[in-house]
């Protein structure tokens, strides 16, 4: 299977509740990273994994943590939800070493009420 | 002053026009240049990436960097009603550091 797929494509959830997003590398990419777009912004970097630990972050907060698995599937998982974690969150896998050339998948629209 | 900065439009031209979309930043510490495309719903895809200064030609796309300036362009020849999209500009360290976006250029050709 090529290119980057994400599950799911749209979420609603209560505020404080939990949510796991899933993404689905794109073949022989090794590194995996997440990106939360709210609307209007571009996206701004959560974190990266490679080799399964987390080896970047960016200025979230540690409700937001993550998972890479040994087939490089990837999960987000944010705890306590916040009205403003609703954002559009972008899967990116890319190899090692090459983050100019991410390949981004279609992004799950979380939505916090 | 954000790292990156980038018009977010809306610009609409007509089809044929020639578009130019640009983006400032501050860390001159970035070598690498890329320009996105994303469609309504849809995830970002790499239009072109540049390494240091210089221009970069791909069909109807061209893209310059010039870092002196701190000052990036993407030229679309020929618009499409099909190139109707948002455009982000980003840039990193190096291939080991995260993306810096812009905001987008939302961007509009009419037929």
């Known amino acids: 299977e090529t290119g980057v797929t994400q599950s799911p494509t749209h979420l609603i959830k209560t505020r404080g509740q939990q949510v796991t997003l899933r993404c689905s590398s794109q073949?022989?990419?090794?590194?995996v990273s997440w990106y939360q777009q709210a609307l209007g912004q571009g996206p701004q970097f959560i974190f990266q994994y490679y080799r399964e630990e987390e080896n970047g972050r960016g200025n979230f907060p540690p409700r937001f943590s993550g998972l890479q698995f040994p087939n490089y599937s990837s999960e987000l998982n944010v705890n306590a939800l916040e009205l403003d974690d609703s954002a559009l969150y972008l899967c990116?896998?890319?190899?090692?070493?090459?983050?100019?050339?991410?390949?981004f998948g279609s992004g799950t629209r979380l939505t916090v009420v | 002053q954000k790292e990156v900065e980038q018009d977010p439009g809306p610009l609409s031209v007509p089809e044929g026009a020639i578009v130019s979309l640009n983006c400032t930043y501050s860390?001159?510490?970035?070598?690498?240049f890329m320009w996105y495309r994303q469609y309504s719903r849809k995830g970002p895809e790499l239009l072109m990436y540049t390494y240091s200064s210089g221009n970069k030609e791909d069909g109807r796309f061209t893209a310059q960097v010039d870092k002196s300036s701190k000052y990036i362009s993407l030229f679309i020849r020929d618009s499409q009603p099909s190139d109707s999209a948002t455009y982000l500009c980003a840039m990193t360290i190096s291939g080991n550091t995260p993306l810096v976006f812009g905001k987008g250029t939302r961007l509009s050709v009419i037929a």
């Open positions: 990116a896998s890319s190899l090692v070493g090459q983050s100019y050339g991410y390949t």
């Open positions: 073949s022989g990419h090794n590194t």
């Open positions: 860390n001159s510490a970035f070598q690498y």
